[in-house]
Nanobody, 121 residues
Framework: QVRLVESGGGLVQSGGSLRLSCVAF????????MGWYRQAPGKQRELVAI???????NYADSVKGRFTISRDNAKKTVELQMNSLKPEDTAVYYC???????????????WGQGTQVTVSS
């Protein structure tokens, strides 16, 4: 009954920018932390950025100063603005959220389907 839907991936040249968006749908009572993870071929999924419902943020060292995470609690969205992209940023990017269901009042971890970001050199 709860799902995350991402959009905004694509192909961009090195130094370019992309903006990823993620919206939460379903029977939602509240959303705690929201974040973005990525997984490159042959590598483990890693945290890119996370934002609490109070707006506190944390970033992977590799993206600090280049990426910005933001959220709109009323719209149940989280976005990732990615600037100065590098070929090593190429990966599938996943939206993640800790959501309390209004049906069960239980919190669970939810993932989006993933969106491909490819940065060409």
């Amino acid at each position: 009954q709860v799902r995350l839907v991402e959009s905004g991936g694509g192909l961009v040249q090195s130094g370019g920018s992309l903006r990823l968006s993620c919206v939460a749908f379903g029977s939602i009572f509240s959303i705690n932390a929201m974040g973005w993870y990525r997984q490159a071929p042959g590598k483990q999924r890693e945290l890119v950025a996370i934002i609490t419902n109070g707006g506190s943020t944390n970033y992977a060292d590799s993206v600090k100063g280049r990426f910005t995470i933001s959220r709109d609690n009323a719209k149940k969205t989280v976005e990732l603005q990615m600037n100065s992209l590098k070929p090593e940023d190429t990966a599938v990017y996943y939206c993640n959220a800790d959501i309390r269901s209004s049906l069960t009042m239980r919190s669970n971890d939810y993932w989006g389907q993933g969106t491909q970001v490819t940065v060409s050199s």
